[in-house]
């Protein structure tokens, strides 16, 4: 018998790869040459680390000075920040109270006045938007030497006047949070026993659910007054201030905001002067405050606005000059009653049609231009002067603002016209004083001499005080007013 058994298969062998023949290019291929690609890389563009910084550097600007604006400073520790020279203006002015609105504040509108109240010629200088009284205190200051009482005053909305007012606003209160708020008052007026009686006996707190309720709350709303209400700060300044009649000096946009209320009252006017205003709109560009973004970049970096300052408002500005400006425009909402002035604008404003009005014909003027900045804008001017046919046209070497290096200039051709009008004498007739009243008046003022002895240092003091009643310092130094 034969026996089979069976080999297990042997494995087949792996083919060996075979390796590669080298090639004669081998040897170059291992030693890799440098490219000019790896040249561009490893070469830094100094462009790019500029560009990334500026850009960084203006982010964080923008961040600063939005977070700046949303904690403002109060009026104490705002007036104390700022320049020597602005607090040097401020400190020589007063305030003057004026109703614009009836049931709503009165509003603070701040003055500078040089030279002798009882004079024959009496000007009151109004600016013109985004201006103030800083850029006219030169001006004022000239008058005064040459005897003219020269007032100007910063617009309500400008420079120290009020910018802002609080007003008391009704408000329906409805919703679940105007009812919790309901509830709690209630509690709060009759005892939190009141409530814990009503939720132990009836498991609720009753109260009039359908009743509709009204609230008061104080709201900040920002002074941007319109034509009417520029009228009236004019009227109650001319009156406070015992100006009339007037030689009013409107500058800028001055002329088309006052224009209705000078064809009204001619008789608080003597004169008209017309300086840089013209119908066609504002020396400083508006627009740009307008423009949420530009207009915080603007107000925010003091290089920005010194530029737009140079290039539409003055032939050259300094650093410090432009710097007050830009405070009194960006302090206590500035920028916002500008704006707010500017779209209450007359914008369809004739001039032609406003001197042919009865109120207006006949008033002296005078014309007053910059005839340095170009030929078209002195030729805006002469046509101006064309147009008013009783005006004078008088050329200066400044720009659309006053600046200290022409104030005199202006000054002088403000001088010159005033003091060739007829002068205006006041005369106060007095009433005959009743026999038992001069009596008694007699009687009082032999008291007082008999007791001056003993109460002369009180009286002075009273009196004192009472020549500074009502223009205390409106940012709480405890500073009075000079007159």
């Given amino acids: 018998m034969a026996i089979i058994t069976e080999e297990p298969d042997s494995p087949t062998p792996k083919k060996q790869q075979k390796p590669l023949k080298p090639t004669s290019r081998t040897p170059q291929s291992t030693t890799p040459k440098p490219t000019k690609s790896t ?6 563009n100094p462009f ?15 961040i600063f000075m939005i977070l700046t604006s949303l904690y403002p400073q109060d009026p104490k520790t705002w007036f104390l920040s700022l320049p020597s020279n602005l607090r040097q ?5 007063r305030n003057i109270k004026v109703q614009t609105t009836p049931n709503q504040p009165q509003i603070e509108v701040f003055a500078i006045q040089e030279g002798p109240s009882k004079a024959s010629d009496q000007v009151l200088i109004v600016h013109g938007l985004g201006c103030s009284s800083f850029a006219f205190q030169k001006v004022v200051s000239f008058l005064g030497v040459r005897g003219v009482h020269a007032v100007a005053i910063d617009l309500p909305g400008s420079g120290f006047s009020d910018k802002t007012i609080v007003v008391e606003e009704e408000h329906v209160d409805d919703g679940v949070l105007g009812r ?26 009753n109260y009039e659910e359908n009743k509709i309720r009204v609230s008061k709350r104080n709201v900040v709303k920002t002074v941007d007054l319109g034509p009417e209400e520029i009228g009236k700060v004019l009227g109650q300044v001319i009156d406070t201030m015992g100006l009339s009649p007037v030689d009013l000096v409107l500058h800028d946009s001055a002329l088309g905001l006052s224009a209705n ?66 405070i009194l425009l960006k302090g206590k909402d500035g920028r916002g009653a500008v704006v707010g002035m500017r779209r209450s604008l007359n914008s369809s404003f004739d001039l ?20 340095a900045l170009s030929k078209e ?39 010159q016209f005033v003091s060739s009008l007829p002068k205006s004498v006041k005369q106060t007739e007095e009433e005959p004083v009743p026999e038992h009243v001069q009596k008694m008046s007699d009687e009082a003022q032999s008291g007082d001499r008999h007791h001056h002895h003993h109460h002369g240092h009180d009286s002075h003091g009273h009196g004192h005080e009472h020549a500074h009643a009502g223009y205390m310092d409106a940012y709480g130094l405890g500073q009075g007013w000079a007159m």
Wanted: charged share 20%; proline share 3%.
């Fill in 39 to 44: 040249k561009t890389t490893n070469t830094t």
């Fill in 48 to 62: 790019h680390f500029w560009f990334y910084f500026t850009i960084s550097v203006s982010l964080i600007t923008l």
């Fill in 89 to 93: 203006h401020y400190s020589k002015g």
């Fill in 180 to 205: 919790l708020k309901d509830m709690y008052s209630e509690i709060q007026e009759k005892g939190i026993f009141w409530g814990f009686d009503q939720l132990v006996e009836q498991g609720y707190v």
């Fill in 261 to 326: 209320w000078i064809s009204e009252n001619r008789g608080l006017l003597r004169s008209v002067v017309v300086l840089d205003s013209a119908p066609s709109g504002t020396a400083l560009p508006v627009w740009v405050l307008e423009m949420p973004l530009l207009g915080d970049v603007v107000l925010g970096l003091g290089f920005a606005f010194r530029r737009l300052l140079g290039t539409c408002c003055l032939r050259w500005v300094g650093n410090a000059e432009a710097e007050c400006h830009r």
């Fill in 352 to 371: 032609n049609e406003w001197v042919a009005l009865d109120g207006v014909k006949g008033l002296p003027m005078q014309v007053i231009w910059s005839d």
């Fill in 377 to 415: 804008w002195t030729e805006e001017g002469r046509q101006v002067a064309d147009a008013i046919p009783q005006a004078k046209f008088v050329g200066h070497s400044g720009g659309r603002w006053p600046q200290e290096h022409n104030s005199e200039e202006i000054a002088e051709s403000i001088c």
